[in-house]
């Protein structure tokens, strides 16, 4: 038996099958692989673009703590994966004036809001989601523009609805509690922000954003982010994220 086993033609089929299962192997760790955002390819996004405006937050690479699990369907498949121990939010500008705000939440996860000087109103929304080979990015002009923010924070709750991308979006926000935090051993007032904001059309679904926000510094210190995505790409994320530090890397 083992001599016919040993024999050349056999040799070749058994490593065929054995490299066949390898490489299946390594597609499918790579395939629930969520791959780290990189410092070194958001410190490049930063040197090509133009500055922020002035104001907060400032420009470059903040970095976040990141703890959550994703589930994405492509067709009939579904594949779970935990999101990388760390995120990235880089803040650069545009030729108008306007800031861009961008969550990394991985490589190959993204969601972006290009705001006015006071990063209250946002006039563009982008979001990116699926796998490093099969990705989809939704993006488009927020019509009207949306106020992510309210003038006042005296204001407890606010409601927009907007359309970006063919997709109509209902947004329903609102201040649920306010308390000092202390960031980098300094203290600000910071407020609890909560944002149900539905989703439908050619992406349907409902994200909860909900975290606590500091407006002297333009930036969530804790955030924890809900979405129920369906359409090209199905998407169910779960993250919870932790500001590093108010000093960004540039």
Same mark, same amino acid.
Do not use: C, N
């Given at each position: 038996m083992l001599f016919f086993l040993l024999r050349p033609g056999r040799l070749i089929s058994l490593a065929l099958l054995v490299a066949i299962g390898l490489a299946g192997?390594?597609?499918?760790?790579? @395939?629930r692989a969520s791959p780290p955002a990189t410092l070194s390819a958001a410190l490049e996004a930063v040197r090509h673009a133009p500055p922020p405006p002035p104001g907060v937050p400032l420009g470059g690479?903040?970095?976040?703590?990141?703890?959550?699990?994703?589930?994405?369907?492509?067709?009939?498949a579904r594949l779970s994966?935990?999101?990388?121990?760390?995120?990235?939010?880089?803040?650069?500008?545009?030729? =108008?004036?306007?800031?861009?705000?961008?969550?990394?939440l991985s490589a190959d996860e993204a969601e972006s809001w290009t705001v006015? @000087?006071?990063?209250? =109103?946002?006039? @563009?929304?982008?979001? =990116?989601?699926?796998?490093?080979?099969?990705?989809?990015?939704?993006?488009? @002009?927020?019509?009207p523009p949306l106020p992510l923010l309210p003038a006042s924070f005296r204001t407890r709750a606010w409601r927009a609805t907007y359309v970006a991308a063919d997709v109509a979006f209902d947004r329903r926000s609102r201040i649920v509690a306010s308390r000092p935090?202390?960031?980098?051993?300094? =203290?600000?007032?910071?407020f609890l922000v909560e944002a149900t904001e539905t989703a439908t059309g050619a992406l349907s679904g409902t994200e909860i954003t909900r975290g606590w926000y500091v407006p002297r510094l333009?930036?969530?210190?804790?955030?924890?982010?809900?979405?129920?995505?369906d359409g090209v790409i199905v998407d169910r994320l779960s993250a919870t994220l932790g500001l590093v530090s108010a000093t960004p890397t540039r």
């Amino acid at each position: 038996m083992l001599f016919f086993l040993l024999r050349p033609g056999r040799l070749i089929s058994l490593a065929l099958l054995v490299a066949i299962g390898l490489a299946g192997l390594w597609a499918w760790r790579r @395939a629930r692989a969520s791959p780290p955002a990189t410092l070194s390819a958001a410190l490049e996004a930063v040197r090509h673009a133009p500055p922020p405006p002035p104001g907060v937050p400032l420009g470059g690479v903040y970095r976040l703590r990141l703890h959550g699990t994703e589930r994405i369907g492509i067709g009939p498949a579904r594949l779970s994966r935990t999101l990388p121990g760390g995120a990235l939010e880089v803040v650069t500008g545009t030729t =108008t004036g306007q800031r861009v705000l961008e969550l990394r939440l991985s490589a190959d996860e993204a969601e972006s809001w290009t705001v006015d @000087a006071g990063g209250r =109103t946002a006039s @563009a929304r982008s979001l =990116t989601v699926g796998l490093s080979w099969f990705s989809h990015t939704f993006s488009g @002009a927020t019509k009207p523009p949306l106020p992510l923010l309210p003038a006042s924070f005296r204001t407890r709750a606010w409601r927009a609805t907007y359309v970006a991308a063919d997709v109509a979006f209902d947004r329903r926000s609102r201040i649920v509690a306010s308390r000092p935090l202390k960031v980098d051993g300094a =203290t600000y007032t910071g407020f609890l922000v909560e944002a149900t904001e539905t989703a439908t059309g050619a992406l349907s679904g409902t994200e909860i954003t909900r975290g606590w926000y500091v407006p002297r510094l333009g930036l969530f210190t804790s955030l924890k982010i809900d979405r129920r995505y369906d359409g090209v790409i199905v998407d169910r994320l779960s993250a919870t994220l932790g500001l590093v530090s108010a000093t960004p890397t540039r």
